[in-house]
Structure formats: structure tokens, C-alpha cells
């Protein structure tokens, strides 16, 4: 049977359950949380808050399980062919979610056909970091000029083709005409770790990745992506602030479902996010994450979600991004 087929039938199957399943008492067994980042990402560490919020409340296993991989397609592949009974969640983000909607050909799910939005997290700004020993600018200016020396003569990171760190930068060449070589990574990670050795020279990364490199010194930061600064980073100016007009790309992180997850277990567990999120005792244990800790309703996260895609299929039309 064809996949279509497979997955319409599994959600007309779950139409005809949810008036049982919302009677029931969700979650009467262990629930999974795919993460598509690394232990001790951004993205992980909230889908591990969360799920020990989760267990005190429900007295049920909420299980972070990391399925890394191609920018977040192993984890979104998987989840959209899971069960949409409630027991599958994914801590989706900005390139899951966004990014692979618009820069790859095709894809073995349909980022609005099949997944439940329930609920954004997180936002949070990326920054342009540069290594502050090898690469001694200090300032987006300096940056642009030091690079327009020897087009092609410097290279940037990025956590792998397609993820938001490359996106970032191409976003950033495309408003600026300049070229740089570009080194992609397995992950974040690993950029990180190589451009605090020295090498490449520059980077757009999540600002909660690099906060401890810039608090010592490590890396220094040139600019933000948002077009208002950075509580975290006060004294540093937007790219928009600094010679890039109207430049802003904002990382996010929420929970979604497969598609056909029953409306009330949906609710539930957005009301029990929202809960967690306002809670003194998650904000202070997140506040090295970053970023702004926000919630949302399933509809205005599918709208973010939305408008993320059509932004970034913009980019990868006008600087020629597809990839297979």
C-alpha cells in the first residue's frame, strides 16, 4: 500500500478513536520526545525540562529519545509515521520545520499534511560570532571590509548544508554580495568546537550555543539576527543596526505531533506546556538555554511554520539552494 494511502487511512482511523481516546486518561502509557538534536543542544535540553515537568504531573515515563540526523529529516521522518495516538511528540525547530520545507526537492512527509503543531518554546536570535584571537575585527563593518580584501579568502561554519547556520549566512551573502567559503559541519557541535580552535573564521549560530564561548572570550559577536537586541548580549548590535537593512531571522523550537492526534490531547498537552513554561522554577532552569520562552496556540504556530517556509523559499530561489 502506498505511504499516502498508509497515512490517510491511520488518520481517518484516529477521527473515528478520538471521541474513546479523549475520554481516556492521556498518557496511560510512556510518551517519546524525538529530538532531532544532539544531548546537550538547546533543543534537547528543553524536551528534557519539559519531560520531567511532564512526569510530575501525569506519573507517567516521558522519554527524550535523539534521533540526529540531515538537519532534523531523521527525527521529523520518523514521527510522521508514527502512531497519532498522543505517545509520539518532537521538539521541532526552526530548520526541522522551516528551512527543509523550503531548500530540499522532496521530502518522505509533508511538513503541514503530516504533523500536529501544538505549541511554540522558544525564540531566540541567532548571532554572527567570529573567532576573537584568529580573526581580530570588531565590528560587523570591519567584518564586511576584512572579507571584501580577498573575496572567497574567508571561511565560515556551519552546522551542516541546509541547517539554519548555513541558511543564515547565505541570507547575509545574498543582502551583502559578499563571498566566503563555506565549511560545513556534522552539527552545531562541532562548528562551535572548530571555530573557537581558530578555524574557519566566522559563524551564525544559536545564541544559547555560544553564550558560555562568549562569556569567555572565546568568541566575540559582531551582530544579532533579530531587529531588536539581544537581552542576553545588550551592547551588541542588530545586523539591521549595523549596515544590513531589514536583515532578521529568529530561531524557534515548539512541540508537534503526527497528524490526527485527538483535539483534547492536543489541548492537554499544550495546557500543561503553557503551565510549565510559566513556571519560575523552568524559567530558571532554562535560563542558560536562552532566548525567549513563549507558547502558543496549534494555529499560530502552524502559521509560523508557514511563514517560515515561504521566507526561506525565497532565499533558495534567489541564491540557487536546492538540495536532493
Known amino acids: 500500500m502506498p505511504h499516502w494511502a498508509t497515512r490517510r487511512r491511520s ?7 478520538a471521541p474513546k481516546l479523549a475520554r481516556a486518561a492521556w498518557p496511560e502509557q510512556p510518551v517519546r520526545i524525538v529530538s532531532p538534536a544532539a544531548p546537550g543542544d538547546g533543543g ?15 506519573n507517567r515515563p516521558f522519554v527524550v529519545e535523539n534521533r540526529t540526523g540531515a538537519g532534523g529529516r531523521v527525527a521529523s521522518d520518523f514521527v510522521a509515521h508514527a502512531a497519532p495516538d498522543g505517545y509520539t511528540l518532537m521538539v521541532a525547530n526552526a530548520g526541522s520545520h522551516g528551512i527543509n520545507g523550503a531548500i530540499y526537492r522532496s521530502l ?7 504533523f500536529t503543531p501544538i505549541t511554540l518554546l522558544l525564540e531566540a536570535p541567532s548571532v554572527l560570532v567570529v573567532n576573537a584571537r584568529t580573526l581580530p575585527v570588531r565590528s560587523l563593518a570591519e567584518f564586511m571590509a576584512k572579507a571584501r580584501e580577498a573575496p572567497g ?3 565560515y561554519a556551519s552546522g551542516g548544508v541546509g541547517g539554519s547556520s548555513h541558511m543564515s549566512m547565505e541570507l547575509f551573502r545574498a543582502r551583502t554580495g559578499i563571498e566566503m567559503v ?8 562541532g562548528a ?12 551564525f549560530v544559536n545564541l544559547p550555543s555560544v553564550l558560555g564561548a562568549l562569556n569567555r572570550g572565546d568568541l566575540r559577536a559582531l551582530a544579532v539576527t533579530s531587529l531588536t537586541r539581544a537581552p542576553e548580549l545588550p551592547e551588541v548590535p542588530t545586523l539591521d543596526e549595523a549596515g544590513v537593512p531589514g536583515y532578521e531571522t529568529i530561531a524557534w523550537f515548539g512541540l ?5 492526534v485527538p483535539p483534547a490531547v492536543v489541548e492537554t498537552i499544550r495546557r500543561e506546556t503553557q503551565r510549565a513554561i510559566e513556571s519560575p522554577e523552568v524559567v530558571e532552569r532554562l535560563r542558560n538555554v536562552g532566548g525567549t520562552l513563549r507558547t502558543s496556540t496549534p ?11 515561504a521566507m526561506w523559499r525565497r532565499v533558495v530561489a534567489e541564491r540557487g539552494l536546492t538540495l536532493e
Open 11 to 17: 488518520v481517518l482511523l484516529a477521527g473515528l478513536l
Open 44 to 58: 534537547d535540553t528543553l524536551g528534557r525540562v519539559l519531560a520531567a515537568e511532564f512526569e510530575k504531573v501525569f
Open 108 to 114: 518522505p512527509f509533508d511538513l503541514v499534511r503530516d
Open 153 to 155: 579568502g574567508l571561511a
Open 182 to 189: 563555506h565549511v560545513p559541519f556534522r552539527g552545531a557541535g
Open 192 to 203: 562551535v568546537t572548530a571555530l573557537t580552535a581558530g578555524e574557519p573564521a566566522a559563524m
Open 256 to 260: 508537534v505531533a503526527p497528524a490526527g
Open 299 to 309: 494555529q499560530e504556530f502552524s502559521e509560523r511554520i508557514a511563514q517560515d517556509v
